[in-house]
Structure formats: structure tokens, C-alpha cells
């Protein structure tokens, strides 16, 4: 498959550790986000979602953490397995603009055996 | 519950060309939105189609074009292709609730266009 995220900041982390995956958002306006996954070949991924009036939601072995206050979104996966290789966007949206989505640059995770 | 389809999955086109582009959503979607995604680099918003309108569109020349049909498929067209149209092109869907403010939208594996 082709290659996602050439030149990314690059996140390694050992099998089983929990990885933590930092996105500076732009617009103090934004009140919806998304985390998605894309792995080489494929289209991103939806991993979680949340609103402004939330501060953390929890998935099955991801969290998200929201602080308005500097405009910072973070993900944090649980016991990262091999398979949660991927490069990782944050995603924002603020209502006025319909749902039109402005992606952050990405990270790429790898997870070492 | 068959998810977004896109075809074709690879094009290959000269400069000048037009090019045609398809999508279907996710079942139950009604919403669709397109995406241009450089190597490298995330996703850019093109334009969106609710009930067969653009409803919004991102920084794009009007080259750029679509169409939304009544069973919710959508059309990406592009017209006097550039060398720099060379991209992953994304389809995504979501449902438009009344009253409950954005809802997730979920992509396909999108089309690689390459332009020679």
C-alpha cells in the first residue's frame, strides 16, 4: 500500500506501554473534534469524538482529553498493540462552518514488538 | 452494513483531462463530503452535499465540482487537470440530525489520482 505521512512527527512506543498523542487545534470557535486512525493504503478512520462541553470521554481503550483554556486535544491509548501502527489526526469543527472538517498534520505511532 | 464505497481506487490521467470520481455513503448516510489529501499531509475539505446541494465548500477553484443524487451517491468531478490535483481523494459520510449538532463522519479509502 502507499505510504501515509512521509515526513511526520513520529511517536515510538514498546508494545503494551500506553502512548499519548498531542494536537494543537486553531480556531477557539471549534466545538466538536475527532480522532481518526489511518493506516497505509486506507482512509482515516473515526477512533473517538468530542464536544466542547466536555473536558475527557472514554472509548474502548482510548481517551480523550479536551482543554479549551490552550486550545489542546490529546489521545491516549491503553496497552498499545502492533495493530494501533497508524498515523493519527486530530480534527475540528466549529458549527458555523457546517461539518466541514480542518485536520491537524498527523502523527505517526509505531509500536515496537 | 456495508460502509463508504469510492470508485475507481487508482486513475491515471494527463494534464488538460477531466476526471470523474465516485461515492457512495455509508448506509443511512445522508450527508457527503469530499476531501483532497496530499501525501504527507492530512485531509483538506473541498465541498459537502446535503439533499443533492453544495452546502459548503473549502478553498477550492471551480474546477471542482459535484453532484449529490437521490439516493445519496456523490460525483467528484475535476476539469483541465494540473499536475498538482495529484492526490488521495476522500469521500466521507454522516448523517444530519436536527438539533444534535455534528455527527461523525466516516471515510473511504478514497482514490489515487495521479497526474502525468
Known amino acids: 500500500g502507499e505510504s501515509v505521512g512521509l515526513h511526520l512527527p513520529t511517536l515510538s512506543v514498546q508494545e503494551g506501554d500506553n502512548s499519548i498523542i498531542n494536537c494543537a487545534y486553531s480556531n477557539s470557535a471549534s466545538d466538536y473534534f475527532i480522532w481518526y486512525k489511518q493506516e497505509s493504503g486506507k482512509g482515516p478512520q473515526f477512533i473517538i469524538d468530542?464536544?466542547?462541553?466536555?473536558d475527557k470521554r472514554q472509548g474502548q481503550r482510548v481517551t480523550v482529553l479536551l482543554n479549551k483554556t490552550v486550545k489542546h486535544l490529546s489521545l491516549q491509548i491503553a496497552a498499545t498493540q502492533p495493530g494501533d501502527s497508524a498515523v493519527y489526526f486530530c480534527?475540528?469543527?466549529?458549527?458555523?462552518?457546517?461539518?466541514?472538517?480542518?485536520f491537524g498534520g498527523g502523527t505517526r505511532l509505531m509500536v515496537k514488538p | 452494513d456495508a460502509g463508504v464505497t469510492q470508485s475507481p481506487t487508482h486513475l491515471i490521467k494527463t494534464r488538460g483531462q477531466q476526471v470523474t470520481l465516485r461515492c457512495s455513503p455509508k448506509?443511512?448516510?445522508?450527508?457527503v463530503s469530499w476531501y483532497q489529501q496530499a501525501l504527507g499531509q492530512g485531509p483538506q475539505f473541498i465541498f459537502q452535499y446535503y439533499e443533492e446541494e453544495e452546502r459548503q465548500r473549502g478553498n477550492f477553484p471551480d474546477r471542482f465540482s459535484g453532484h449529490q443524487f437521490p439516493n445519496y451517491s456523490s460525483e467528484l468531478n475535476v476539469n483541465a487537470l494540473l499536475l498538482g490535483d495529484s492526490a488521495l481523494y476522500l469521500c466521507a459520510s454522516s448523517l444530519a440530525v436536527a438539533g444534535e449538532g455534528n455527527q461523525p463522519q466516516h471515510f473511504g479509502d478514497g482514490t489515487r489520482l495521479s497526474i502525468l
Open positions: 448506509s443511512g448516510h445522508d450527508t
Open positions: 468530542i464536544r466542547s462541553n466536555m
Open positions: 480534527a475540528e469543527n466549529f458549527n458555523n462552518a457546517g461539518n466541514m472538517l480542518t
